[in-house]
């Protein structure tokens, strides 16, 4: 099952993506479960599904303002250097710890939206990321539990403003990471149900039609259930957090040749099962 939340009509809703639309399902149930969110604190998934079974779509899937799947997630936690092809291509020694970084809610926009890059800064870049929403969460999950708390997968654009990365010659990924609508997340979230095996997923990043990333998700150094084990051990996961697992190879030969988006681009993140998440860069 595939639920997208979006806007529509001067209202905020959710729906389960049917065929070629969306069945309003906020419109049926926003009393009780205000956004995606608040379906997966009441564990009504199958409530949700059960209501979508058979209906007729509400809305096409291009007659919606998409948001990112989860608005309002409590937290949004990144990993650092987790594809084993990335530590290859910069020389890095592979960690034996995750390393972790915040993003704040306002600095992802939803599919079909603008990402901004903002007029006085050149350096801004993507990066294709597969996105891990939590339904159950807890504290101290163990890595055998860890994937019964997953409630869906998404595609997750993690944008970077790269000339705020270091200040005073130090790494910063609370500049770099949180300028407002740097990235994006969506197009929406697949159940989990949907994905028995995350590792057999393939994340394909193309910008204005060439491929840049082209990876499989097994080429993780660190797996899903390690990072979401590791991260309960010191943070209380809660449902609707997103866990960001880190990119693989490919953006580093454009850094490196010091190519960076430019207003006017077209960003196409696959992640297959999921779908395509697009945005178009534009300058403010």
Known sequence: MKLASFYSNGNDSYGVVVKDGIVNIGSRLGDRYADLRNVLEADALEEVGKL??????????DAVTYLPPVTNPDMIICIGANYKSFLEDVGETPPEQP????????????????????????????EEELAVIIGKGGRGISETDALSTVAGYAIFNEGTIYSEMRRN???????G??????GAFGPWMLTAD????????????????????????????FSISKLISDISSF???KPGDVIVTGTPVGIQERRRAKKFLKPGDIIEMEISEIGVLRNRVEER
Do not use: W
């Not at 979508?52 to 899937?61: H, Q, R, S, T, V």
């Not at 010659?169 to 500049?175: E, R």
């Not at 990471?177 to 740097?182: G, L, P, Q």
């Open 177 to 182: 990471k949180n300028f407002d609508a740097c």
């Open 194 to 221: 949907e994905v028995p095996d995350p590792t057999k997923l393939h994340i394909t990043h193309r910008l204005n039609g060439e491929i840049i990333q082209d990876s499989p998700v097994s080429d993780m150094h």
């Open 169 to 175: 010659g130090k790494v910063s990924h609370s500049t």
């Open 235 to 237: 943070s209380t996961l």
């Open 99 to 126: 390393t972790y970084f915040h993003r704040r809610s306002s600095a992802q926009v939803g599919h079909n939206q603008p990402i901004i890059k903002p007029a006085n800064m050149e350096l801004i870049d993507a």
């Open 52 to 61: 979508a079974n058979g209906k007729a779509p509400d809305f096409a899937l």
